[in-house]
């Protein structure tokens, strides 16, 4: 596997479930990043790690939950999620947080909440 | 506080035709200035970016984009559009030394044949 890659590409879920979005880098990159993509509004950052270290928060609801274990790994974890969360939620990896270098993003996973 | 804004939420050109592609920026400071390109089901990928050297910046599949400090511009162009250009573009800024990257909302480029 070569780039970012997320799992699951689509997931539905209830309102009560507890689900998990996965993404890997094989970029060998020390950032990660999550974002939420929604129809008709621009890409909004959700969290920012690096070197597993979490040094975004964008006053995100407490109901994503995200983990990285290692630098090549992210994790967003959900739970009690509403309607409106759903959307397309893009993973993206870079050399380091912020500046000249551009971001890598994965195939995003496509999530419903019912 | 820094942002990013795309003028037309949706551009139609006919094949051949010149593609531009609009963007400009709001911050204190020139910032570090990308574009990519979303195609459907999938996530962005890198067209260019602007990083202080020089100000016309080539990228991949034809497109160029040229910084202008004095409009705070960073507009996106092909001499002619194929069919495959099809796609949602975004420009996107962070200042030197943040670790924020700022889209803006986003262009939906249609090909006419």
């Known amino acids: 596997e070569t780039g970012v890659t997320q799992t699951p590409r689509h997931l539905v879920m209830g309102m009560t479930n507890k689900k998990s979005l996965k993404c890997e880098q094989h970029l060998g990159h020390n950032a990660m990043y999550w974002y939420k993509q929604s129809a008709k509004k621009p890409l909004e950052l959700m969290f920012v790690?690096?070197?597993?270290?979490?040094?975004e928060n964008n006053s995100v609801p407490s109901r994503f939950s995200p983990e990285c274990p290692n630098s090549s790994h992210l994790f967003l974890h959900l739970h009690t999620l509403q309607p409106e969360d759903s959307a397309l939620y893009l993973c993206?990896?870079?050399?380091?947080?912020?500046?000249?270098?551009?971001?890598?993003f994965g195939p995003g996973t496509r999530l419903t909440v019912t | 506080a820094q942002s990013v804004t795309q003028l037309g939420s949706h551009v139609s050109v006919s094949e051949g035709a010149l593609v531009l592609l609009r963007c400009n920026y709001s911050?204190?400071?020139?910032?570090?200035l990308f574009w990519y390109v979303q195609y459907p089901n999938q996530g962005l990928q890198l067209l260019l970016k602007y990083t202080s050297a020089a100000t016309l910046v080539k990228g991949i599949n034809g497109f160029e984009a040229e910084f202008k400090k004095s409009e705070t511009s960073f507009h996106l162009t092909k001499p002619s559009a194929h069919m495959s250009d099809a796609a949602e573009y975004f420009c996107?800024?962070?200042?030197?030394?943040?670790?924020?990257?700022?889209f803006g909302q986003g262009t939906r480029l249609t090909i006419n044949p």
């Open positions: 911050s204190s400071v020139p910032p570090y």
């Open positions: 790690y690096s070197l597993e270290e979490r040094v």
């Open positions: 993206a990896s870079s050399p380091i947080p912020g500046g000249i270098y551009e971001q890598y």
């Open positions: 996107a800024a962070i200042i030197q030394g943040a670790q924020k990257l700022v």
